[in-house]
């Protein structure tokens, strides 16, 4: 499954429900990808956190986190 804020406009016990589905499906070995600013309680899950990363193009300049 590929998800992005998937819990953002849930309540806990939906956001509970949600996580529970999720392990499940892993379980079986499927697999999640997720964007999310929220813990989507999930144990094992390996994370990738973007801190600052932006790309920003203005005319023939090229501006990224580091010089912008």
Do not use: Y
Not at 14 to 19: G, P, V
């Amino acid at each position: 499954w590929i998800v992005d804020e998937p819990t953002s406009g849930l309540d806990s016990h939906s956001s509970e429900l949600f996580s529970g589905l999720c392990r499940a499906h892993c379980a079986d070995g499927g697999i999640v990808i997720a964007a999310t600013h929220l813990p989507l309680g999930l144990g094992k899950a390996q994370t990738l956190e973007m801190k600052t990363l932006f790309t920003v193009f203005e005319g023939d300049e090229f501006f990224d986190g580091e010089n912008a």
